[in-house]
């Protein structure tokens, strides 16, 4: 079946320390990988995506990304968290599949509290 | 996203109403797709629409229907609104041929159904 698991609800970080949030997929064939943050009463923002190639991939904000095949993950992480980062995080993947549609699979989200 | 529009931001009605949210967008893109939020759970698909012509249900569309109007509007519908209903609702919107499909989210309906 696929699947997207965020297996962390909440991550508390000290600003200015690195940051990670993680994300493990399970879908047939290459997927499409997507990173999205909710701030507070707002829709939610793309921040960066894999699709092929490097898999260090950056995004907004001063964050990035890195697929790992092996172990089917795509962790967030970023090298020096601000408070400004706290938020909530999903994490999405796609199969890809030309023109038919392929179901966006969202994770179930990631609290990020970033402290002073 | 201010290029992905959603009104009204806020409702409260009453089991039973019918009511209408509203999504419309102006990047041009041909797909839109409306999903809903609970805490916990992500976010569900209810409906997806490829063109105007084109509209699929998505994995809990039960209770609600949908309307592409134009390729840039694209409406939810629950026909009559029970309190499970209760969520955050959101349009998004990609282009496959332009973007890989990435979505863009509007900023969000909360929708509480009494």
């Known amino acids: 079946a696929q699947s997207v698991a965020q297996p962390e609800d909440q991550v508390n970080v000290a600003e200015g320390n690195p940051l990670t949030v993680k994300c493990t997929y399970s879908v047939s064939g290459n997927p499409y990988l997507f990173w999205y943050v909710q701030y507070p009463n707002r829709g939610l923002q793309f921040l960066l995506k894999y699709i092929t190639g490097d898999n260090l991939v950056k995004g907004s904000y001063g964050f990035e990304a890195e697929f790992n095949k092996s172990q089917t993950s795509f962790h967030l992480k970023k090298p020096s968290a601000l408070v400004s980062d706290s938020a909530l995080y999903f994490c999405?993947?796609?199969?890809?599949?030309?023109?038919?549609?392929?179901?966006?699979?969202f994770g179930s989200g990631t609290k990020l509290n970033v402290k002073p | 996203d201010a290029d992905v529009t959603q009104t009204p931001r806020n409702r409260i009605t009453k089991t039973g109403k019918r009511i209408m949210l509203e999504c419309s967008q102006t990047k041009g893109h041909d797909r839109m797709y409306w999903y809903r939020q609970d805490p916990g759970l992500g976010l569900r698909l209810i409906y997806y629409s490829f063109d105007v012509k084109d509209i699929n249900k998505g994995e809990i569309s039960d209770g609600y229907s949908v309307s592409r109007q134009a390729q840039a509007k694209f409406s939810l519908s629950l026909e009559s609104a029970i309190p499970n209903q209760t969520a955050l609702y959101f349009c998004?919107?990609?282009?496959?041929?332009?973007?890989?499909?990435?979505?863009?989210f509007g900023p969000g309906t909360r929708l509480t159904v009494l």
């Open positions: 998004a919107t990609s282009d496959l041929a332009r973007d890989t499909d990435t979505q863009y």
């Open positions: 999405a993947v796609r199969a890809p599949g030309g023109r038919n549609f392929n179901k966006f699979y």
